[in-house]
């Protein structure tokens, strides 16, 4: 993927970065700026030291290898159910704001430099239109937004890509080509939907079914990581929509885990695909560093020219979200409140939702993978425009909107209501630990418990559920009180046993005896048992 090096091995650059990587998360935490933005800032810095050779990425590599496990890994995150309740604002975010912006980058940079051709500047706006997922939703989760508003936030960034690629490919198309046809062109983006959709179901489906064959976590995780990896190809190889295959059989999957997860599959999968998502998403950024130095050198003496382009480029992204948004807000906000209490309609959420367009990984991706030549053998017209335009916009909204998003939210005071959310967690657990006492019984009955073990396992659930909701649990609340200062004792002898245990197994492992996976199987086991 990465050649051209220059008295480096190939393995050094790709692994700086990763380490890089792994350092932005805790350095980022501490000093309150998002991961995205040190990479990018990381990756500026490298390109700078001149013992860094060049970065060139093959076009043909990008969307394939990044987009499929950053769009998956995000979308475990949310649900059908989620999407379903949110439809309306994030149909008008992804679809409508996507076209719009489109058009008006498109005709704002003709109208700015008449010598870029109109197909070429709507390849620009569609390259441009799509808000990060990745990006937006580390920001949103750090800043503590209201859960409404993450959901279409993260419902936009995800389904964004969709349109935007679509629409990237039909001008692409239309530049390589010299050919468009506008019924085509809306035959071509209704038949990619239907198409990417059909692949995402299948693979979802028969994803789950091999999925509840499997015994081992691992070997189903691992099965979950090759599944966007096909959908993307097949559906792009028939001419479908590739992304939206892989939301489809990530939504479907995350969806038919709660009949064939277990506590493994969750702990592994969870484990695995943060850790993914972490470290592709950092390389990502670090690319656009990286490649941000080849550009510079590319474009020369022309970058004033391609300076100002991006600046209109800027203004028109920016300014196409905030009339849109507060436009949606203006026209929709008094039916939604009707209708939908759940959909963002104030104007404080407005505005927070305005500045939250951040651009990052899909940009990138999509302005690398801008083909070399066209159909007739001749250069790719003002490529070098665009990837510089692309970088700039990328650049502007990482290092302007990230870090000053917070600034807006703590001005709108748009937070999520934290006794509201303390009182949904209560509920559920609420409802988990009375299933438990239900179940409980049933057993009792059916299998003739001995009292003694009937009544530790009551009083442990029934002192669970006095601490998770004291008021649900009236009749169980003298036997937890009782129960409080035995069982916190209890809990301390519990704690130093299990650390003991944990130490003896980790004394064996350093013993020729005991091979290493056994103490490792053993230890995962001792660690699931720690309350």
Known sequence: ??????????????????????????????????????????????????????????????????????????????????????????????????????????????????????????????????PDPVAVGALAGRLGLPRRLVAVLEGEGLFNDVTAIVLY??????????????WSAAMDFVASAVIGGAVGLVFGWGGSRVMRRLDEAAWQVALGLALPFAAYQLAEAWGGSAVLAVLVCALYLTDAAAGFGDCDYRLVGDSFWTIIEMLVSGVAFGLIGLEL??????????????????????????????????????????????????EPYTWRETMVTWWAGQRGVATVALALAVPLTTESGSEFPWRRGLLFTAFALVLFTLLIQGPTLSLVVRATGVRVDTDAERERERQLWTRILRAEL??????????????????RLHVGIERRLARADP?????????AERSVRLNRTLDRINQEVLRAGRAEAMAARREPDFPPDLVDRVMRRLDLRSP
Request: one cysteine or more; charged letters at 15%.
């Open 293 to 342: 130095a080849t550009v510079l050198h590319d474009v020369g003496p022309q970058w004033p020219r391609f300076l100002g382009v991006s600046s209109a480029v800027i203004a028109a992204v920016v300014g196409v979200r905030l009339v849109w948004s507060f436009a949606t807000w203006a026209l929709l906000g008094r039916w939604w409140r009707r209708r939908e209490a759940d």
């Open 438 to 455: 239900t179940r409980l019984c049933e057993v009792a009955r059916t299998e003739n418990l001995p009292d003694g073990v009937y009544d």
């Open 169 to 182: 490919g039909i001008a692409v198309q239309a530049v390589v080509t010299g050919q468009f046809s506008a």
């Open 1 to 130: 993927m990465i050649t051209d090096w220059v008295g480096v091995s190939q393995l050094e650059l790709p692994f700086l970065v990763l380490f890089g990587t792994i350092l932005a998360q805790p350095i980022g935490r501490r000093i309150g700026v998002a991961p995205a933005v040190l990479m990018t800032v990381f990756g500026c810095v490298l390109a700078l030291i001149p013992a860094v050779p060049d970065v060139r990425v093959a076009p043909e590599l990008i969307l394939p290898l990044l987009l499929p496990p950053l769009l998956y890994a995000a979308a475990r995150r949310t649900s059908w159910r989620t999407f379903a309740r949110n439809w309306r604002a994030i149909a008008l975010q992804a679809v409508g704001l996507v076209v719009v912006t489109t058009v008006v980058v498109a005709v704002a940079v003709h109208l700015w430099d008449p010598a870029v051709p109109l197909s070429v500047a709507f390849v620009l706006g569609a390259l441009v239109a799509p």
């Open 471 to 479: 008021e649900a649990a009236d009749d169980a609340k003298a036997a």
